[in-house]
């Protein structure tokens, strides 16, 4: 005689357990020597990028141009003429919008041109400030899933407009970093941070003296 589905069917709700690989790749501690590795490296790329176009410098080693100054390059406090050059950038972009298999998607290029561009004053100022943010949370492992996460988002819309550049590389290793979120930035400010906030799920992982009494356990 046949099962019924309801014979079958798990009584209650259940999770797959984590393969013990992604758990020691993504939450063990013993691994995090790796992402903060990986960690210093996306967050370098990040704030050179930022003081790229905060002061018009390129701040990145062994580059030719290393410490001179581009007017191009600086895309705020520039004198009444702030997002001048991410303009430049977004027209860029548009210009790829174009012929039969554009580098930039119609919906992504009315996006960029009905919003970005009449705003590329205060939307430069985000841009720079946040690829700022994201690479000096990253170097000093400071909420590292979050500051990954935003710095995946940027790559994500730079991607979208066209630039390629180190971006897919950069994508792939931030969100590596928002898997490994909870000891990408064990070797920094997170191991002193995280334990304080804790998760939504979880409350604060930390404990006064009361509370760790409390929690021992009696003696037998």
Same mark, same amino acid.
């Given at each position: 005689?046949?099962?019924?589905?309801?014979?079958?069917?798990?009584?209650?709700?259940?999770?797959?357990?984590?393969?013990?690989?992604?758990?020691?790749?993504?939450?063990?501690?013993?691994?995090? =020597?790796?992402?903060?590795?990986?960690?210093?490296?996306?967050?370098?790329? =990040?704030?050179?990028?930022?003081?790229?176009?905060?002061?018009?410098?390129?701040?990145?080693?062994?580059?030719?141009?290393?410490?001179?100054? #581009?007017?191009?390059?600086?895309?705020?406090?520039?004198?009444?003429?702030?997002?001048?050059?991410?303009?430049?950038?977004? #027209?860029?972009?548009?210009?790829?919008?174009?012929?039969?298999?554009?580098?930039?998607?119609?919906?992504?290029?009315?996006?960029?041109?009905?919003?970005?561009?009449? #705003?590329?004053?205060?939307?430069?100022?985000?841009?720079?400030?946040?690829?700022?943010?994201?690479?000096?949370?990253?170097?000093?492992?400071?909420?590292?899933?979050?500051?990954?996460?935003?710095?995946?988002?940027?790559?994500?819309?730079?991607?979208?407009?066209?630039?390629?550049?180190? #971006?897919?590389?950069?994508?792939?290793?931030?969100?590596?970093?928002?898997?490994?979120?909870?000891?990408?930035?064990?070797?920094?400010?997170?191991?002193?941070?995280?334990?304080?906030?804790?998760?939504?799920?979880?409350?604060?992982?930390?404990?006064?003296?009361?509370?760790?009494?409390?929690?021992?356990?009696?003696?037998?």
């Amino acid at each position: 005689m046949a099962l019924s589905l309801r014979a079958i069917k798990p009584a209650t709700a259940t999770t797959i357990p984590e393969p013990p690989v992604a758990k020691f790749a993504f939450a063990d501690t013993r691994i995090a =020597w790796l992402w903060a590795i990986v960690r210093l490296y996306v967050g370098y790329q =990040w704030l050179t990028a930022g003081l790229d176009k905060l002061v018009g410098r390129n701040f990145t080693f062994g580059a030719s141009d290393f410490g001179v100054y #581009n007017a191009k390059a600086q895309w705020v406090f520039t004198g009444g003429h702030d997002g001048a050059g991410f303009a430049g950038f977004i #027209n860029g972009a548009l210009a790829k919008s174009t012929g039969a298999h554009p580098d930039v998607q119609g919906w992504y290029a009315s996006f960029l041109r009905d919003f970005v561009l009449p #705003n590329t004053g205060w939307v430069a100022y985000i841009i720079t400030f946040g690829e700022v943010l994201v690479g000096l949370g990253l170097i000093v492992g400071c909420l590292t899933g979050i500051a990954a996460f935003f710095g995946l988002f940027m790559n994500f819309n730079f991607l979208l407009a066209g630039a390629v550049s180190v #971006n897919p590389i950069l994508g792939i290793l931030s969100l590596f970093l928002v898997l490994a979120w909870r000891v990408a930035g064990y070797y920094g400010l997170d191991s002193y941070i995280l334990p304080l906030l804790g998760t939504p799920w979880t409350g604060t992982l930390t404990h006064d003296a009361e509370d760790i009494k409390d929690l021992r356990p009696a003696t037998v």
